[in-house]
């Protein structure tokens, strides 16, 4: 039988690895006569290499890490940078941790929090890219997609000037949107592909890019399964400059997550 839930969070209370602040904690708190406190400052701010890692290697962000396997993948596959796993979900998150702790792995951790205020935890030019594997792609609301401005300038407070993001997903329209961010604002794409197992469009390194498709986490397992292409895109985020939406008309995806029906009767989104 598989742990519960709390069985879960008691562990991960106890986890070198686990840093666990999300927005209630963080921001907004109130003090004995109902006024709001100051935003309580994440102590590793800015100290992640020296207080954690105990190194001066890149740091690299997977928000929405879900179980935790992608981000303990590129670990092993890249014990020359540090990972960290970003989820709200705990009881998802206790997976990776636990593997990680089980094997030693030094280069990882996990910070369990609200995405919306993920730049409250890194201080600028501390990380060097950002994996979104497998995002929800919110086809309904814009600004709760991980690749909208209103991420992304989040994004540009920490990440070093021309950082990567990489895109890694199901949805086509997810895909698409973020295609036509990249271009609309004329960001640097730097490889592209709608099916990442079939080829793709740009230049990267053949080593690196067949390292990369040996990692493939629970739900990427189950879009293969189903037959849906998976899509990967990998691009530059400079610090300048305005970045705007497209306000472009894209195609809905025919489902919302495996086995469910999308649930917008909608045929389009923006």
């Known amino acids: 039988m598989s742990k519960g839930k709390l069985a879960k969070f008691a562990d991960m209370e106890t986890y070198e690895n686990v840093f666990q602040y999300p927005y209630s904690v963080v921001d907004?708190?109130?003090?004995?006569?109902?006024?709001?406190?100051?935003?309580?400052?994440?102590?590793?701010?800015?100290?992640?290499?020296?207080?954690?890692?105990?190194?001066?290697?890149?740091?690299?962000l997977e928000l929405g890490c879900g179980k935790g396997e992608y981000t303990v993948g590129l670990a092993k596959l890249f014990p020359q940078m540090n990972f960290i796993g970003v989820d709200i979900k705990g009881a998802r998150m206790w997976t990776g941790?636990?593997?990680?702790?089980?094997?030693?792995?030094g280069n990882v951790a996990f910070l369990r929090t609200n995405i919306e205020i993920i730049d409250h935890f890194f201080a600028p030019g501390e990380v060097q890219e950002i994996w979104l594997t497998f995002s929800d792609p919110q086809m309904k609301n814009p600004r709760k997609r991980l690749t909208s401005t209103y991420f992304m300038e989040r994004?540009?407070?920490?990440?070093?000037?021309?950082?990567?993001i990489h895109l890694?997903?199901?949805?086509?329209?997810?895909?698409?949107?973020?295609?036509?961010?990249?271009?609309?604002n004329h960001l640097p794409v730097l490889f592209r592909t709608d099916d990442l197992y079939g080829g793709g469009q740009g230049s990267m390194e053949d080593a690196e890019f067949a390292r990369l498709l040996t990692i493939r986490?629970?739900?990427?397992s189950m879009w293969m399964e189903r037959g849906l292409n998976i899509k990967y895109l990998?691009?530059?985020?400079?610090r300048e400059g305005t970045l705007e939406e497209t306000n472009i008309e894209i195609p809905l995806d025919d489902y919302r997550s495996y086995h469910r029906d999308k649930r917008s009767s909608l045929e389009v989104g923006k």
């Not at 701010?45 to 740091?59: L, S, T």
């Not at 994004?155 to 990567?164: A, E, H, K, P, T």
């Not at 990998?234 to 400079?238: G, S």
């Open 155 to 164: 994004y540009r407070r920490f990440l070093v000037d021309n950082g990567i």
């Open 97 to 105: 941790a636990t593997q990680a702790l089980r094997e030693g792995l």
């Open 28 to 60: 907004h708190a109130l003090g004995p006569d109902g006024q709001r406190l100051p935003r309580i400052p994440f102590p590793m701010q800015g100290h992640w290499h020296e207080q954690y890692f105990h190194n001066q290697n890149p740091i690299v």
């Open 234 to 238: 990998k691009f530059r985020l400079p």
């Open 168 to 184: 890694k997903t199901d949805s086509n329209f997810l895909f698409t949107y973020t295609t036509l961010m990249a271009e609309h």
């Open 217 to 220: 986490t629970y739900y990427e």
